[in-house]
Nanobody, 116 residues
Framework: QVQLVESGGGLVQAGGSLRLSCAAS????????MGWYRRAPGKQRELVAN????????NYVDSVKGRFTISRDNAKNTVYLQMNSLNPEDTAVYYCNAYDNPQSYWGQGTQVIVSS
């Protein structure tokens, strides 16, 4: 069983930055493809970014490219999401995901609110 704990959410003004962290309680963190998802009010959950097991490859949804950066520290069992130039459309609950086919684990989510 993998437990994921997100932190770093909060209220920020448009144009500001936040850094989300997700700490994983797992024996071999590097086995897992890690991702950040978000669910905005009234919308379906969407993939924001993911990062390969080694950290060598990343993917982003178009709306955050150039503003968000995903990274991981396999020695600390942690994945990060640096969010810059935030806008109100980024308001959502952000969830961390750990995936190792067919297993998929989710954190409880952290709220991000961007005020205009």
């Amino acid at each position: 069983q993998v437990q994921l704990v997100e932190s770093g959410g909060g209220l920020v003004q448009a144009g500001g930055s936040l850094r989300l962290s997700c700490a994983a309680s797992v024996t071999i963190f590097s086995r897992y493809l890690m991702g950040w998802y978000r669910r905005a009010p009234g919308k379906q959950r969407e993939l924001v970014a993911n990062i390969a097991r080694s950290g060598g490859s990343t993917n982003y949804v178009d709306s955050v490219k150039g503003r968000f950066t995903i990274s991981r520290d396999n020695a600390k069992n942690t994945v990060y999401l640096q969010m810059n130039s935030l806008n109100p459309e980024d308001t959502a609950v952000y969830y961390c995901n750990a995936y190792d086919n067919p297993q998929s684990y989710w954190g409880q989510g952290t709220q991000v609110i961007v005020s205009s």
